[in-house]
């Protein structure tokens, strides 16, 4: 279970980035709050927050596909019950994407080749640094935009927030998996069934709470909705 909470920690920090960009590159004043990006309700999606900046041109092609194997692979651990190390997320792939992470970090291995587990493991631990990377290019670009506003103050408050918050992420995500493991052998899959929701909600409380942000507007804007 810990490759599938790493995984997951490091795609909630992408996303949070990628929101924090889009944010800015469209001029939105509080991405935090923003209805499409604010990773609750009406929200875009991950995914979708992803192919904007795809469409957009934030991504060069290497880059893409980078994103979109990561996407991929994020999506087995979150929704897929039976991709539970990196080797069985592995296996799960598409072909395409089995070749994909093959060709990116082992180029020289026969086209015909399948992945050691060894091999699936360091790939996809690569693929997520990469990603995470790619991301902190980004908010590099974010800089640049917005280098003459306050919202660089604001940014670097975020990250530094969102790196501990991630931590504790992955700190709830391991104990619980294994609170669930002491219960029994089997794991019953609708446990996990609003695991994504709730770790979500948890992070953005977090996240307001080490900014210091109010949750009272979006309280008010339900309650009058």
Not at 35 to 61: C, E, H, P
Request: glycine share 6%; with cysteine; net charge neutral.
């Amino acid at each position: 279970m810990e490759d599938r909470t790493s995984v997951l920690a490091t795609s909630l920090t992408v996303e949070n980035f990628a929101s924090l960009f889009l944010g800015y590159l469209l001029d939105i004043p509080d991405p935090v709050n923003a209805t499409s990006l604010n990773g609750r309700g009406a929200a875009l999606s991950f995914s979708q927050k992803i192919n904007l900046l795809i469409d957009i041109g934030a991504l060069n092609s290497s880059d893409r596909a980078a994103f979109h194997l990561f996407m991929e692979i994020r999506n087995l651990f979150m929704h897929n019950f039976l991709a539970h190390t990196y080797f069985r997320c592995y296996e799960l792939l598409l072909p395409t994407s089995r070749n994909g992470l093959r060709n990116r970090y082992y180029p020289d291995k026969p086209r015909t080749a399948q992945l050691t587990p060894a091999e699936a493991k360091a790939g996809i631990i690569k693929l997520s640094s990469d990603v995470l990377e790619l991301t902190r290019g980004l908010v590099a670009k974010m800089k640049d935009k917005a280098a003459d506003k306050a919202g660089v103050e604001l940014m670097g408050k975020y990250k530094d927030a969102s790196i501990e918050v991630v931590a504790e992420v992955k700190k709830f995500l391991t104990e619980y998996v294994n609170g669930l493991i002491k219960i029994g052998d089997n794991i019953d899959p609708n446990e996990l069934k609003d695991l994504g929701d709730f770790v979500s909600n948890f992070y953005y409380k977090m996240i307001f709470e080490r900014m210091g942000w109010s949750m009272k507007k979006e309280k008010s804007d339900n309650e009058h909705g």
